[in-house]
């Protein structure tokens, strides 16, 4: 709510005297008590609750209605493609992407979330669109800052973001926390050849040397993983996937979109 970029909030005092004022504010001190309105920490924290609460008691920010959803419980039926993409996204020692995105249904039976909820400094590209990455000594590094202050001084997540949910990524124009790659095509060629051909992800200087994970200080570098496949690879070495894995892949992630009509 205070990032300049997103809710631009101004200051928690500000939110809370918002909150005061509010045309629902009879029925917050119906909810959390009258006392609520003296501490603004409080009421701002009571505020971030209710809003936590309406997303998981409204349905319209879970439907699970896409495709795969309904593949599961065996009411849809994919294609040759899509389920080639769905073993290709499964496979740990190649994409490996469910190695993160998680792609099978939690031990109590919901849906797959499509997210880990770790977090991964992946070092995507800067993206030199954005405003801030004019100043060169500008960097989001995600969980440590400089947004984000409370962990800044943990320097081992420097460059770490959460890994997002692919549910309904297809629809989405801007992909990865700095919104550089612009389609699904830029994405998985990011991850096929950030290791063994990163002259194709990042810039070359005039040195001819490969500026590779050029958004995130050279300190930090040692924070990117280079472990997980298919991020464990080397130049020269083969290519976790071919041009049709990718291609199988995004029809994979297609099926990931809310609104499917089942038979
Ligand atoms: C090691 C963990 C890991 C693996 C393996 C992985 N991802 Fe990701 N993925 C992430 C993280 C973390 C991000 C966010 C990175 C960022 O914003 O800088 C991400 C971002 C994405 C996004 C952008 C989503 C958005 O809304 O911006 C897509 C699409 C995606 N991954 C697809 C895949 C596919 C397809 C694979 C397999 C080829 C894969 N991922 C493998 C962790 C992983």
Redesign the pocket.
Known sequence: MLDPREMDGGSIEIIAEKLRNAPYAKKFAALFGERVFKDPRLLVAEATFAVSRYQIEEPGFHPYTSKYDYWLEGRARMSEVELRGLRL?NDPEK???A???SSQPSREGFPPRFTDTQY?A?G?PRNSALADTRDPGYFDLGVCGPIRKDIADQTQFCGM????S?RN?AV?RA???NGVFHT?QE??DF?NFRDTHPEKVYPVGADGKVQKYNDIPVQYHANV?VS????NRHPGETLA?TAQDEAD?IAF?KTLNDGYKPE
């Open positions: 996204f994409a490996n992407c190695g993160c995105h991964e992946l995507a973001f959460k890994t997002p692919l990524t989405r992909f990865f926390h699904l994405v998985m991850y993983d997980d496949p298919p991020f996937m892949i992630l």
